[in-house]
């Protein structure tokens, strides 16, 4: 074992300037990720993501990425002549990046079968999502609020699909690979982004919904309906249309509704106003009213949240995904500069208690990557019975574990480049704001937990079969058999469950990613991972506990240096 003191690499001894960390090849600078793409099974993907990763990691990438945040969209409600327009002004750097990630699929790339046009999605081959989420992961490292967009329309596919006609008339727009921009009373538009108009408490709370919907003529699925009510948090809020959900005269419904009307004229939807979020400053967030807005049925009355459970599933997918993604990225720049950073005579990089803090950050880095890519297989598989439950109960744990890891990294990132981090020059503020908003959009902790309890109760085969998994997994690994027998002691105290929910939700986190690790990253990361979360020694911040363990090793595969 390595002692902690072990040189890494530094740049030569001068003034602690340090260079842009662009120019790279965000997947063959990245080991954990090349790793985690051949063993869930889109390792044929790895040439195409290469040229992916080449094209996201360059300079130009990042310069646009840089733009659009900096910029960030300017509502105008109201044109020259004090007429009611609703339109939206992106810097031109927004568009670069919306058309890069259409024409590489990030918003359909699962769907295959979307390229048929008069058939519903067919099944995805193998390894297309951990394919796609191999794309996410890397694009989400220059800007986060163009990919935002593209997720929510991959995440409605599984809704459109549900009615036909509806489908049949957007999902081959949905398909193309040619991107768009929006113009005003263009009739002839062959490609679409769709975005949700969905409040977050509406899931659990029907009742607290107050967008209503009436039939225009006979009720019923595929009918259409207008709609009026207000929306208070739509991302994307000129996307060419909206899965929406509102209280119909059988319940809660899940509807679409187009962004104009056939003949170009603007669909009774307005925006109120732009919401100031802490992220996702490239994109924006809106407060939209609907006045009679015209939107098919989707499925039945009453069956909303039905019609929508696997567009939560997806969504939460990705916010997974994008969220390793930030983390990575987190790491990446703090490791970078420490290389160049100078502390008295010697590299920061170099100093022990600095090379056990960046381990430390790469063990909850590499722990999140894992849990994303192998909840993408699941996704890949879904048709079979383990991994469909893997699917239904891990999305919620993994959301849960690494949104909450996340913002806590990225703020330990900022305090390691002390007040350089602080600085809005460097893509650590960036990053930083960005983890509680893609976080968001899978729902609360809370909510991830409560989700997570709901499963138990409703469907406890599922946990039955993941726990079994988890089990054989931890194989004769003393802090994983531990770990799992914790888990297995919160599920049998159904007394105490509702209390209990975050420890369980964390535990059962540690648990799969720990599992990951010993099976298939080098033993010196494993190693530290299992013992440092799973062990008896307490811990309270990053940077502790890592005393005997291969620092140097863990920092040199987490850094972006491709030599």
């Given amino acids: 074992m390595n002692d902690g003191n072990a040189m890494l690499p530094v740049k030569s001894p001068g003034p602690s300037v340090v260079p842009p960390l662009e120019d790279i090849n965000l997947f063959s600078s990245d080991a954990a990720l090349q790793e985690a793409i051949t063993r869930e099974g889109a390792g044929p993907a790895a040439k195409r993501l290469s040229s992916f990763g ?3 990691g360059s300079a130009e990438a990042f310069e646009l990425g840089a733009q659009a945040n900096r910029a960030g969209p300017r509502l105008m409600t109201h044109d020259r002549n004090g007429l009611r327009c609703d339109r939206l002004e992106y810097h031109p750097a927004y568009h670069d990046l919306l058309d890069m990630g259409v024409a590489e699929g990030m918003h359909m790339s699962a769907w295959s079968g ?5 058939q519903p999605a067919s099944p995805p081959r193998h390894g297309l999502y951990v394919e796609r989420a191999g794309c996410l992961y890397m694009a989400v490292q220059i800007d986060c609020g163009h990919l935002r967009a593209l997720s929510m329309t991959h995440s409605a596919v599984p809704a459109l699909i549900q009615e036909a006609q509806t489908g049949s008339d957007w999902l081959p727009k949905i398909a193309s690979r040619n991107y768009e921009r929006l113009v005003p009373g263009a009739t002839d538009r062959s490609q679409a982004l769709v975005a949700f108009a969905i409040e977050e408490h509406s899931v659990s709370d029907a009742a607290a919904l107050t967008t209503t919907a009436k ?7 595929g009918a259409l309906y207008r709609l009026h009510g207000h929306k208070c948090d739509v991302v994307a809020p000129t996307s060419d249309g909206f899965i929406v959900l509102a209280q119909a005269t059988g319940g809660l419904a899940c509807f679409f509704a187009p962004l104009e009307r056939a003949d170009g004229c603007n669909n009774a939807i307005q925006i109120e106003y732009l919401k100031n979020t802490v992220g996702l400053r ?5 407060s939209l009213r609907f006045e009679g807005t015209e939107a098919w049925l989707i499925g039945e009355e009453g069956r909303g949240t039905a019609v929508l459970s696997d567009t939560g599933l997806h969504a939460r997918l990705d916010a997974v995904t994008l969220t390793a993604g930030l983390m990575r990225q987190c790491l990446s720049q703090v490791v970078h500069a420490a290389a160049f950073m100078r502390s008295g005579s010697s590299a920061l990089i170099a100093e022990p208690l600095m090379q056990q803090t960046l381990a430390d950050l790469a063990l909850d880095a590499e722990a999140a990557s894992a849990l994303g890519f192998r909840l993408a297989r699941a996704f890949d598989r879904a048709t079979d019975a383990r991994a469909a439950a893997w699917r239904r109960l891990m999305t919620p744990v993994s959301m849960y574990w690494v949104s909450r890891r996340a913002l806590a990294l990225a703020a330990e990132a900022i305090d390691c480049l002390g007040s350089d981090g602080l600085s809005e020059d460097w893509p650590l503020a960036r990053l930083y704001r960005d983890c509680p908003m893609v976080a ?3 729902g609360t902790a809370n909510a991830m937990a409560l989700e997570v309890l709901r499963i138990l109760q409703r469907e406890p085969d599922v946990a039955e079969t993941v726990m079994e998994e988890l089990g054989q997994a931890a194989g004769d690994d003393p802090h994983l058999k531990a770990a799992h027998a914790r888990v297995e002691a919160i599920l049998h105290d159904p007394r105490h469950l509702d209390v209990r929910g975050r420890l369980l939700v964390d535990g059962l986190a540690v648990l799969a ?9 080098p033993a010196f990361v494993a190693d530290a991972f299992i013992m440092t979360r799973m062990g008896n020694q307490p811990r309270q911040n990053y940077g502790q506990g890592l005393e005997w363990a291969s620092t140097h090793d863990i920092v040199q595969r987490a850094s972006s240096n491709e030599g």
């Fill in 513 to 521: 990613a720990g599992t990951i690790l010993r099976a298939h990253v």
């Fill in 440 to 442: 968001m959009a899978g």
């Fill in 282 to 286: 490239s994109c924006a967030t809106a």
């Fill in 114 to 118: 979307l390229l048929a046009p008069q």
């Fill in 54 to 56: 080449m094209i996201y």
């Fill in 215 to 221: 039939p225009i003529g006979k009720p019923g699925p």
